[in-house]
């Protein structure tokens, strides 16, 4: 649906910004991206990267949020190998502690868990040092 870029907050930090294709942008996509920022608003937490700014009008809906630096699941599993069994719980325990806030308010939707930008599918898992 889009394109995830490094981009750079006002006051210099780094962003992780994510512009929805122009291929893709209909009614139902913008409606899909404005639930999307609606989310983003109401969930924060310590394993959450925090929604910066967002505009889901734009004629390229965007939105920005923390960049969090370190290899996705994804690209870890493929350059070292299937994570040990110590590390994959340690791992499970962490992604649940990030999902709580989402859930104890009510953002956590069988629908929201497919379609949200923190979905949890091994390429929007990080891994920060």
């Known amino acids: 649906m889009g394109q ?5 907050s006002p006051g210099g930090e780094p962003a992780a910004v994510k ?13 899909r991206f404005a639930q999307e920022v609606e989310i983003l608003k109401k969930i924060w937490g310590a394993r959450i990267a ?4 967002a505009d889901p009008d734009a004629d ?3 939105l920005a949020t923390e ?10 599993v ?16 962490t992604l649940a502690e990030g999902l709580a806030p989402s859930t104890s308010r009510g953002c956590c939707t069988a629908l929201w868990c497919r379609r ?3 979905e949890p599918v091994p390429g929007h898992a990080a891994g920060s040092p």
Do not use: F, M
């Not at 960049?67 to 870890?76: A, H, N, P, T």
């Not at 350059?79 to 110590?86: K, N, T, V």
């Open 50 to 53: 925090a929604l910066l700014d």
């Open 78 to 93: 493929a350059s070292h190998g299937p994570l040990p069994s110590l590390l994959t719980a340690s791992l499970g325990a």
């Open 19 to 31: 512009v929805i294709k122009p291929s893709v942008v209909d009614s139902e996509t913008r409606q």
């Open 4 to 8: 995830v870029y490094l981009g750079e």
């Open 60 to 62: 390229r809906p965007w």
């Open 67 to 76: 960049y969090i630096e370190g290899l996705d699941l994804s690209r870890q």
């Open 116 to 118: 949200a930008t923190r």
